[in-house]
């Protein structure tokens, strides 16, 4: 990779197919700006016209949890039990839910 590439900030991309509902990651690239990293990311990730819409992030503004905070983060949920809908009954004419 060139010096000029690694200086170019780094973009995660993110492309809903036709048949999704959500957008999924499916890699990163480096580019320039937000218009740039867009162009490149439907030459690279969308060859065979597979996705409907593309996002992409730069890699900086993404704010991730820590896997050492994994425990203070989702252990309180586990104790909600009215968040899971375990305990309902639901009728076999609703179907799939």
């Known amino acids: 990779m060139s010096n000029a590439l690694k200086e170019w900030p780094l973009w995660e991309v993110f492309v809903r197919s036709k048949q ?5 990651h ?3 690239l480096h580019a320039t700006d937000a218009s740039q990293a867009l162009q490149m990311a439907r ?3 969308t060859r065979r016209q597979e996705g409907v819409s593309i996002w992409v992030v730069r890699s900086a503004d993404i704010i991730a ?8 983060l989702f252990d309180p949920a586990a104790d909600k039990i009215y968040r899971h809908p375990t305990f309902y009954d639901i009728p076999d004419d ?3 839910m």
Do not use: F, N
């Not at 949890?65 to 203070?72: A, H, I, L, M, Q």
């Open 20 to 24: 999704g509902l959500e957008h999924k």
């Open 26 to 28: 499916c890699g990163s």
């Open 43 to 45: 030459d690279v990730y």
């Open 65 to 72: 949890s820590s896997p050492d905070d994994k425990g203070e």
């Open 94 to 96: 609703v179907g799939h």
